[in-house]
Structures are given as C-alpha cells and as structure tokens.
C-alpha cells in the first residue's frame, strides 16, 4: 500500500505541466493477455484479459476519474482446470498528453475449476490496480486504447498477495 501511495503522488508532481486533451472522457472495451506474477505464476499459465468497460472522464485537463470493469482467465499448469479473476476498479486518473495514470481500488473475486470438481470460488480480501493507458485518437469520437495494468489481489487466508501483469488494446468511443 505504501507503494501505491508514493507512485500517485510521484506520478502527481510529475503532472504539473498540462497538454491539451481531444475529448472529455471515453468508454470502451479492450482485450489482451494476462501474465500471473509470483506465486500465482506458480499455478497458472498466462491467459486471457478482457476489458469489458474501460472509461475515463477529465473534470480539466489534468484530473478526472475511471472505472473499469473486466477479468483475467489462466489454465492451470498441472492437470486440467483454470482460475479466473473478476474485478470492478474505481480511482482518480492523471492525464499527460494522451497518456492517462490510473491508480485504483478493485472490487475482486476469484473462482477456480479444477479437472471434474465443481467451482470454488474465493474471498478476496483486497485488491487494487496501478493502471496507465495510452489513448490514440482515430478522428472523429474513435480512438484506440494500449492499456498496461498491474492487478493485485489477496485471497482470504492466503499468505501471501496475488498478482497479475495484464497488457491489452481496445477500441474507445470519445466524447
């Protein structure tokens, strides 16, 4: 947490120099993989994130708010099965340019199916995201999105936390 807490305001000092923004704020969807990191990595193969909702909006040109509603699925490395992971993510964004921080707290969940059981899923304790995007404006209100999130989640009577590297790109419509 203490890490999170020294990037924001790091990546707010760096902010003080404002560039002109295209668009208010966009919604869109993105796809991409899912790189478990430490010890899930252990468990699970990389696998499939999906950005179901990826939105911004900028109160001026520096600050604004997302949200951002997706999951990440992995098979297993031995047997059969997977996990997945959903998340509903909340937080201020930074913009610079077309380039957009976001810091997030996560709403998570996590299932796992293994080869014949039935799902089990999981109690997520907590969970949060350290997110940037880069926004390319298409003209008019398209725009492409690169996205490069790090997703952090501890399960309930785990030792230790979770984590996953997820890089994706999406389609936005701006506004």
């Not at 490395?77 to 930074?94: F, N, Q, T």
């Not at 998570?108 to 304790?125: C, H, I, L, P, Q």
């Not at 690169?146 to 230790?160: G, M, Q, R, S």
Request: aromatic share 14%; net charge negative; no cysteine.
């Amino acid at each position: 947490m203490k890490k999170l807490l020294l990037i924001t305001v790091l990546a707010l000092f760096a902010t003080n120099t404002i560039s002109a923004q295209d668009s208010k704020g966009y919604i869109g969807v993105s796809i991409g993989a899912a790189i478990p990191t430490g010890d899930f990595a252990d468990v699970a193969k990389t696998g499939l994130d999906l950005g179901f909702i990826n939105a911004g909006y900028r109160f001026d040109e520096t600050w604004g708010a997302t949200l951002n509603w997706g999951a990440t699925s992995h098979s297993f490395k031995e047997g059969s099965g997977a996990v997945a992971v959903g998340y509903l993510a909340i937080g201020p964004m930074i913009s610079y340019g077309n380039f957009d921080f976001k810091p997030q707290y996560a709403f998570s969940s996590a299932v796992a199916k293994a080869d014949g059981s039935e799902s089990v899923t999981f109690d997520v304790e907590s969970s949060w995201i350290l997110g940037a995007t880069y926004n390319f404006p298409l003209g008019g209100n398209w725009g492409l999105a690169a996205n490069f999130d790090y997703l952090n989640f501890k399960v309930k009577d785990a030792d230790k936390s979770s984590s996953v590297l997820k890089a994706s790109v999406g389609i936005q419509y701006r506004f």
